[in-house]
T-cell receptor, first 114, second 114 residues
Framework: AQSVTQPDIHITVSEGASLELRCNYS??????LFWYVQSPGQGLQLLLK??????LVQGIKGFEAEFKRSQSSFNLRKPSVHWSDAAEYFC????????????FGAGTILRVKS | ETGVTQSPTHLIKTRGQQVTLRCSSQ?????VSWYQQALGQGPQFIFQ???????GRGNFPPRFSGLQFPNYSSELNVNALELDDSALYLC?????????????FGPGTRLTVL
């Protein structure tokens, strides 16, 4: 069965510092991989996705993620964090024929210090 | 193009009661998925409807049921509510036509079972 592990429950970074959120997945085939962000009272917003091809994918809001098959990882990065990035971030793997039955990790809460 | 909306925003029910949550998909979307997000956890896939037929189900009992209507609206029904059903319920819609298409999430309905 598919599963996603996000080892860090909380992360605090200073504004302007770099960020890396970790994600490990378990999936038998080539996975559809996603990162979503959830702000309080908001639904989930897609930051980026990986299906195939270039293992470094660019997303919205200056985020990027790198797919590493050998490590079963799909870590999210941002070179310089802004206070508005404070939110909860979810990594997900897409199951089903079109990858649209999502299996989410438990999430990482990002706090940004000014 | 309107976004995905859900109603009500909040709901309080008593154990043993029944509840209906509603979702209005984006116009033209033929697929809707429902997720349960318990406090401090990532969303869990409940089921998906494609063209008004159930198209996959997660590890949820039969008292969780759904409907999808031709007018892009859908319902999640939960019978015999239990305390553990307290959660944020998210719906997500997409247009599936032989390949992946992005899912758009609604803001959720917060259900509290007392």
């Amino acid at each position: 069965a598919q599963s996603v592990t996000q080892p860090d429950i909380h992360i605090t970074v200073s504004e302007g510092a770099s960020l890396e959120l970790r994600c490990n997945y378990s999936y038998g085939a080539t996975p559809y991989l996603f990162w979503y962000v959830q702000s309080p009272g908001q639904g989930l917003q897609l930051l980026l996705k990986y299906f195939s091809g270039d293992t470094l994918v660019q997303g919205i809001k200056g985020f990027e993620a790198e797919f590493k098959r050998s490590q079963s990882s799909f870590n999210l990065r941002k070179p310089s964090v802004h206070w508005s990035d404070a939110a909860e971030y979810f990594c997900a793997v897409g199951a089903g024929e079109y990858g649209n039955k999502l299996v989410f990790g438990a999430g990482t809460i990002l706090r940004v210090k000014s | 193009e309107t976004g995905v909306t859900q109603s009500p925003t909040h709901l309080i029910k008593t154990r043993g009661q029944q509840v209906t949550l509603r979702c209005s998909s984006q116009s033209g979307h033929n697929t809707v998925s429902w997720y349960q997000q318990a406090l401090g956890q990532g969303p869990q896939f409940i089921f998906q409807y494609y063209r008004e037929e159930e198209n996959g189900r997660g590890n949820f009992p039969p008292r969780f049921s759904g409907l999808q209507f031709p007018n892009y609206s859908s319902e999640l029904n939960v019978n015999a509510l239990e305390l553990d059903d307290s959660a944020l319920y998210l719906c997500a819609s997409s247009f599936v036509a032989g390949d992946y298409n992005e899912q758009f999430f609604g803001p959720g309905t917060r259900l509290t079972v007392l």
